[in-house]
């Protein structure tokens, strides 16, 4: 399995971001998804997770205004990220369990991950 993570920027507090990542894989629709972010100085945190039957997890920070999505028939996973806050501003990362369609808390327990993208959230 390979990913591919897009649509990372600069944006202006209060505007809207899409990440995207696309995902190599005959079994894609099988494999737990997941967005994660790094802040400089500050480990990588989990942002979003998607199972593979669909079950959502937000972080409390991220509820309300991000919404993480599917498609399985394109091989993709979107982060449609909405009211934009500066503490948002990190690399942006999509992980997947290649083995497991159920999510997990655990970042070790991620196996395949993106390249990352920048997003910058100006105040």
């Known amino acids: 399995v390979q990913l591919q993570a897009s649509g990372g920027g600069l944006v202006q507090a209060g505007g809207s971001l899409r990440l995207s990542c696309s995902a190599s894989?005959?079994?894609?629709?099988?494999?737990?998804m997941g967005w994660f972010r790094q802040a400089p100085g500050k480990e990588r945190d989990i942002v979003s997770t998607i199972s593979g039957s669909g079950s959502t997890y937000y972080r409390d920070s991220v509820k309300g205004r991000f919404t993480i999505s599917r498609d399985n028939a394109k091989n993709m996973v979107y982060l449609q990220m909405n009211s934009l806050k500066a503490e948002d501003t990190a690399v942006y990362y999509c992980?997947?369990?290649?083995?497991?369609?159920?999510?997990?808390?655990?970042?070790?327990?991620?196996?395949?991950w993106g390249q990352g993208t920048q997003v910058t959230v100006s105040s």
């Open positions: 894989g005959r079994t894609f629709s099988g494999y737990a």
């Open positions: 992980a997947a369990r290649s083995r497991y369609s159920a999510t997990s808390y655990d970042i070790g327990r991620w196996d395949v």
